[in-house]
């Protein structure tokens, strides 16, 4: 795709980073190395006490533009502010130990000319640092009004997404600072209701699954945090999969409660449940939960 002359938006790429020197030049590099060239760089420094500063310094580059925070943020916090730095009309995000591939921003520029469309997102290549593998996220991604397919399924990868600033600051609020783990997806879903979304089936991002993602105890707290967004965003209730999404929450929130071994928490979350997904807990809280450790997968 040709970049439109009279379309040359400034591209404000957001990158959040603690202690991450070791991926700081892999993640810039992949940056500097876009065949679009009109952006600026947000290193935002959520006070790091490694060479992370040293390493930007060295590349000399003023398309860098480095802000060090004096006082550990919880990510979605440490975003925002990055965000409130950024000049340009677009927004990018890229955390530190992900990458781009080269033709990233100029394919997905183009797409905002449109003033309908306030997000863009690509597939994007999970490289699992688990097992060594690396696949393709989805089949397909879905594009414009989106918002009942995204409370089903996240399909926009942060390291993917490029918003219209002007989108993020119409809203009452931008990212959550109440939350930890699905702060992109909640920022995500809210703008789908006003703007809408197109994606690309190209895999043009790399994200890096590590080890400390899998743990149980984050995931309980995904599923928290899922339960504490559908009560606090009632306005979605007129969307189909809102109630999906409710059910999903406790489902799997009961589950991680089961085989962490806790499975008196779940019966807290079965009046939330539709009936046959109460069924599937009540099985899982009569089987042995080394049993169950064993067959995860088949629930």
């Known amino acids: 795709m040709k970049i ?15 202690n991450g020197a070791n991926y700081v030049r892999g993640c810039i590099n992949s940056i500097l190395n876009q065949t679009y060239n009109n952006y600026e760089i947000i290193f935002y420094d959520n006070k790091s006490d490694d060479n992370t500063k040293k390493i930007i310094n060295n590349f000399n580059n003023k398309k860098i533009k480095y802000f060090y925070s004096s006082k550990f943020l919880k990510l979605y916090n440490a975003r925002h502010k990055a965000v409130k730095k950024a000049k340009g009309v677009l927004i990018a995000f890229l955390d530190i130990d992900d990458r781009w591939k080269k033709n990233k921003l100029k394919l997905q520029v183009p797409f905002f000319k449109d003033e309908n469309i306030g997000l863009s997102c690509t597939n994007y290549i999970i490289d699992n640092k688990f097992n060594n593998t690396k696949k ?6 879905p594009s414009g009004d989106v918002t009942n397919e995204l409370l089903k399924k996240n399909f926009i990868g942060m390291c993917t997404l490029i ?52 743990s149980n105890k984050r995931s309980i707290l995904n599923f928290k945090e899922l339960i504490y967004w559908y009560k606090k965003n009632s306005n979605f209730q007129k969307f189909k999969n809102y109630k999906f999404l409710k ?21 807290k979350e079965i009046p939330f449940l539709n009936f046959v997904s109460q069924i599937k807990i ?5 089987i042995p939960t080394n049993v169950l450790r064993r067959i995860r997968k088949i629930f």
């Not at 439109?4 to 603690?18: D, G, Q, T």
């Not at 999903?248 to 085989?259: D, E, G, M, N, Q």
């Not at 009540?282 to 009569?286: D, E, F, G, T, V």
């Open 282 to 286: 009540i099985i899982l809280i009569i």
């Open 4 to 18: 439109n002359k009279e379309f040359y938006p400034l591209v404000s790429i957001v990158v959040n980073s603690h």
């Open 136 to 141: 393709k996220a989805f089949q397909k991604i």
């Open 247 to 267: 059910n999903f929450a406790h489902f799997h929130l009961s589950k991680s409660y089961i085989l962490n071994y806790e499975k008196i928490k779940t019966f």
């Open 163 to 214: 918003i219209r600033k002007k989108a993020y600051f119409e809203l009452t609020r931008g990212f959550d600072p109440n939350l930890e783990i699905i702060g992109d997806y909640d920022l995500c879903l809210r703008l789908s209701k006003n703007w809408k979304l197109i994606s690309l089936e190209s895999p043009l991002s790399i994200y890096r699954w590590h080890n400390e993602n899998l």
